[in-house]
């Protein structure tokens, strides 16, 4: 997975080109992001699954005429030829009075305050494996589980970068663990990003690790508990 740097420094490339192509303004997004989960199931390892990918994605203006195209090959041909689409489709478009970047006045100026709440660690299966099985422990133990549908934790980073052609370095940042329902949330990393300035408007840039791991169990009516 592209690191922080590596990612601003893709998506504001695409910006350039587009730019370059003929587009009076540009924007593009880039997100990469790699996952892994374990579940259990009554104590016993059921599942271990890792997954990784990364799209980028470029919106063109050319007067009040606008146009979006998104890849997932990066192959710097296939860049080369998403900019070339999304120009040509940019000018066969309808007007748009509407439509164009966001005010330069109404982005971001400061840096946001660095809050430290990224965690650079990465837990290994074997670990995500043993909160899985905590969580599923915690559920059965409850008076009255007779049976589990199993536990699972998982641990996810993702990067997003977003360029824009202003020329304003805007760089931001936010959490995103987000515990779900009826889920025990493992303590874990939420985000970070500590960039230089660069001559385009990064309107968001971070990085979105998460943790958790989640128990689901039935509970049978009172008159079927023994």
């Known amino acids: 997975m592209l690191s922080l740097e590596e990612a601003q420094?893709?998506?504001?490339?695409?910006v350039s080109a587009a730019r370059k192509a003929g587009a009076d303004a540009a924007d593009a997004i880039y997100a990469c992001n790699?996952?892994?989960?374990?579940?259990v199931r009554l104590g016993v390892l059921e599942d271990v699954e890792r997954s990784e990918g990364e799209e980028?994605?470029?919106r063109v203006f050319i007067g009040s005429r606008s146009a979006s195209i998104?890849?997932?090959?990066?192959?710097?041909?296939?860049?080369?030829t998403l900019?070339?689409?999304a120009v040509a489709m940019a000018r066969e478009a309808p007007e748009d009075p509407y439509a164009g970047l966001a005010?330069?006045?109404?982005l971001m100026k400061k840096r946001p305050p660095a809050l430290d709440l990224t965690d650079e660690g990465e837990p290994e299966p074997a670990a995500l494996r043993e909160r899985a099985l905590l969580a599923e422990e915690a559920a059965r133990s409850v008076p009255g589980i007779t049976n589990s549908e199993g536990g699972g934790a998982s641990n996810g980073r993702s990067q997003v970068a977003l360029a824009t052609s202003h020329a304003l370095p805007v760089p931001m940042q936010a959490p995103t663990t987000r515990p779900g329902p009826a889920c025990w949330q493992a303590q874990g990393p939420t985000c970070s990003a500590t960039?230089?300035?660069?001559?385009c408007a990064i309107l968001?840039?971070?990085t979105m690790p998460r943790q958790s791991a989640c128990a689901q169990a039935s509970v049978p009516s009172p008159a079927s508990i023994r």
């Open 9 to 14: 420094s893709r998506a504001q490339d695409l």
């Open 34 to 39: 790699a996952s892994t989960n374990v579940s």
């Open 56 to 58: 980028i994605g470029l």
């Open 70 to 80: 998104s890849a997932s090959d990066m192959n710097p041909a296939t860049l080369a």
């Open 83 to 85: 900019v070339d689409r």
């Open 103 to 106: 005010p330069e006045d109404r």
């Open 195 to 199: 960039m230089p300035a660069i001559a």
């Open 204 to 206: 968001r840039i971070w």
